[in-house]
């Protein structure tokens, strides 16, 4: 058994949820903050079988897409703030980021 851990961005997450019921899968759902975004995003705990692997990746591939999004950066914490001129850029955000971690022992009561 596996455990995936998979980030996707707030937009997606309704949508991905749908499609992993559709598809007889069961999800827990968090609400994550990115650590550099520092906006919300939604983090999936999903139990599986090994052989579902490739499966699951696919549902959450079809679901979560790439995204570019612009990002003003905070002001640096020392030196000369009043010169600082904060120039927005762009970063490519989701999909998703998947974790795969191996499963020692589930009990579900
Ligand atoms: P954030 O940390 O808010 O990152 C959002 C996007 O900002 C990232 O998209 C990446 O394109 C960019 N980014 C992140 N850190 C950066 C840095 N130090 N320098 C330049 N650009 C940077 P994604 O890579 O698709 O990540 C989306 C979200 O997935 C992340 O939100 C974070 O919540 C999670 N994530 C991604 N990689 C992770 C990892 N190795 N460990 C834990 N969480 C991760």
Redesign the pocket.
């Known amino acids: 058994m596996k455990l995936l851990i998979a ?3 707030d937009k997606d997450s309704n949508r991905l949820s749908n499609s992993l019921i559709a598809e007889g899968f069961r999800a827990t759902k968090l609400a ?8 919300g ?1 939604t ?1 999936f705990l999903i139990g599986i079988e090994d052989n579902q692997i490739q499966h699951i990746l696919d549902v959450i591939r079809a679901n979560c897409k ?1 995204r570019d ?1 612009l ?1 003003t950066p905070v002001s640096p914490v020392s030196g000369a703030a009043d010169s600082y001129i904060p120039f927005p850029v762009e ?7 998947v ?1 795969v971690l191996p499963v020692e022992r589930f009990e579900h009561f």
């Not at 994550?32 to 906006?39: D, E, Q």
């Not at 970063?91 to 980021?97: D, I, R, T």
Request: hydrophobic share 45%.
């Open positions: 980030v996707v961005q994550s903050t990115g650590g550099f975004l520092r906006s995003n983090t790439v999004q990002v970063v490519q955000v989701g999909g998703a980021a974790f």
